[in-house]
């Protein structure tokens, strides 16, 4: 009798197929997640206006948390590492973010393009005053450009043109189109913040704050800095005595009823301030320096500046 040999069965011959149509279409969602272009900002309010712009065209990493502090926050090394595999990184630069620049400056050395946003908008110096200005710093650059509306609509149009040379597989009309309606946006937004100002009698359009963050606001919209209770443009710096001393000679003098205290820092030393002033001061919470989570008051840029606005001008008019 003969024996047949039996040939390799359907199933035998499918097992093969199916496993190598497996590892091909694993391999092409591997390249797909690995090719995504990304973006990494450093700070939460570059970040919001970014994400505005880029909208779902590249994956944007935002750095720092919000309710942080841009002078003193850090970076773990997975964020780090993040940096080098980014196709742009945007940063606000001008000594602002001090625990995370040399982190920028090794994602350029090898070889990621960035942005420094703030020293592409025209910034200003610090200026040192009688009554308690950052003399040490008086001459250097000031970081804090976002509290002028119009830089940043500079600083979002300069994000867009980065984003279009510099990140691979993006639409430029859709990036383009983010842009404009954006610029819309913000430039309602300074004009809404004019008229709310216009509110404030001339005589009192005079800031005390934690520290020198408003300089931009206040060249823009017309206000005098009278001091910080903290005489830097750093959260890192600490007042003396005679910080305080100057600065509440200066607030009398002045008739200026309100300390603007930023909402992620402590209100101790704006507390203290009032004490000194015999309890005459008021203390109004400000989100200067970093957004809140989302529907936390400040969630977005455009939400911070009308917080902001609305604060100072009932802050001044005595509301």
Same mark, same amino acid.
């Given at each position: 009798? +003969? ?13 093969? &197929? =199916? ?13 797909? +997640?690995?090719?995504?272009?990304? /973006? @990494?900002?450093? *700070?939460?309010?570059?970040? %919001? ?10 994956? &944007?990493?935002?750095?720092? $948390? ?21 196709? =742009? ?6 000594? =602002? ?14 070889? !990621?393009? +960035? ?5 592409? &908008? ?44 510099? !990140?691979?597989? &993006?639409?430029?009309? /859709? ?6 309606? #954006? ?11 004019? $008229?709310?100002? %216009? ?8 800031? @005390? ?6 300089? #931009? ?11 910080? @209770? ?17 600065? *509440? ?33 008021? @203390? ?9 989570? $989302?529907? $936390? ?11 902001? *606005?609305?604060?100072? +001008? ?6």
């Amino acid at each position: 009798m +003969t024996r047949q040999t039996r040939g390799p069965g359907p199933l035998r011959t499918f097992l093969p &197929v =199916l496993l190598i149509l497996a590892l091909v279409g694993a391999g092409a969602g591997c390249t797909s +997640t690995g090719d995504q272009p990304r /973006v @990494v900002v450093t *700070t939460n309010i570059l970040g %919001d206006i970014t994400q505005e712009i880029v909208g779902d065209g590249a994956k &944007v990493t935002v750095l720092m $948390k919000p309710n942080a502090d841009p002078h003193s926050f850090g970076l773990s090394a997975v964020q780090a590492a993040e940096l080098e595999r980014a196709d =742009l990184v945007i940063f606000n630069g001008l000594g =602002l973010e001090e625990n995370v620049l040399r982190h920028v400056e090794a994602a350029r050395e090898a070889g !990621v393009a +960035t942005f420094e946003a703030g020293k592409a &908008v025209n910034p200003l110096t610090f200026q040192a005053h009688d009554d308690g200005g950052p003399e040490e710093e008086a001459g250097q650059p000031d970081p804090h450009f976002w509290t002028d509306p119009d830089r940043v609509r500079k600083a979002a149009g300069l994000i867009a043109d980065q984003v279009v040379e510099h !990140v691979n597989g &993006v639409d430029e009309t /859709v990036i383009r189109d983010n842009a404009d309606r #954006y610029d819309d946006q913000l430039a309602d937004l300074a004009t809404w913040m004019e $008229k709310s100002f %216009d509110r404030i009698p001339q005589q009192r359009r005079a800031l @005390v704050t934690n520290h020198h963050v408003f300089g #931009y606001l206040a060249e823009r919209f017309d206000f005098q800095v009278v001091g910080a @209770v903290i005489p830097s443009g750093t959260t890192l710096a600490s007042p003396s005595s005679s910080d305080l001393r100057s600065l *509440t000679q200066a607030m009398r003098k002045a008739g200026i009823p309100t300390v603007f205290a930023d909402s992620s820092q402590p209100k101790r030393l704006a507390e203290v301030l009032r004490t000194e002033m015999g309890g005459q001061v008021r @203390v109004v919470e400000l989100y200067s320096e970093s957004l809140t989570e $989302k529907g $936390k008051g400040a969630g977005t840029y455009l939400q911070m500046m009308r917080a902001n *606005t609305t604060a100072m +001008t009932d802050g001044l008019t005595g509301a």
